[in-house]
């Protein structure tokens, strides 16, 4: 077995424990490989050992390494801030574009979707902790940018995805997953045309057991796959 492979073996049986443990189909967590700064050949090795959805933050970046990983079969997801003026790349490149945080990148993004006679798959990016310098909607502004996307129609929202503000300790960042599940759930009460809660995108390498334990659907996974970032 190679190291990546031992690697993701070795998440796998997390992801497997905490599901049992919490009663939850595992089935129901998807993983997400984050290669940022990755190179091509580092998500081959990944892909091989049996990741099919990855993840990137940068256009630019992205551009090039699905290119030139275009005989794979890959699901790429768009995980990092979307300039409005980049959101024609994430139409044509992503299945999933986790960070949309207001109305004007949601409506280039049908826009731009309906060029390419396609219905775009995305997330609201909700700002939970209300930190300045990261991106995300506030909590109280989801709910009417989701009435308001309710009505575009060349693109679906399949639920929220949040990055909470870092701490070493899982559990201080549990009251953040927790909100996010609640803001889901109100937002489904609503009951919004094409308008979807299904997905609850949060934790990454340091959290991601105590984000299953509060209802995570995707986990975003770095570090604890490809090794640090220098
Ligand atoms: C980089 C990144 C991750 C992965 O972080 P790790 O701690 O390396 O697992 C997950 N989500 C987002 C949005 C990121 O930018």
Known sequence: MSDTEARLQAIHDRIRATAQANNRSE????????SKTKPADAVREVFAAGCRIFGENYIQEARQKIENLSDLNISWHFIGHLQS?????????????????????????????????????????????????????????????????????NIRVKGLMTIPPYYNDPDAVRPFFQAL?????????????????????????????????????MIRIGTAIFGSRT
């Open 27 to 34: 089935d129901r967590i998807q993983l997400l490989a984050v």
């Open 85 to 153: 003026n980049k959101a024609k790349y994430a139409v044509r490149l992503f299945d999933l574009i986790h960070s949309v945080d207001s109305l004007k990148l949601a409506r280039e993004i049908d826009k731009q979707a309906a060029k390419n006679d396609k219905i775009q798959d995305i997330l609201i990016q909700v700002n939970i902790g209300a930190e300045v310098s990261k991106s995300g909607i506030a909590e109280e502004e989801a709910i009417t940018l989701v009435k308001s996307l309710s009505s575009l129609e």
């Open 181 to 217: 599940r609640r803001l889901a759930v109100r937002l489904e009460s609503l009951a919004l045309p094409r308008i979807s809660m299904a997905e609850l995108s949060m934790g990454m390498t340091g959290d991601f057991e105590a984000a299953i334990e509060e209802g995570a659907t």
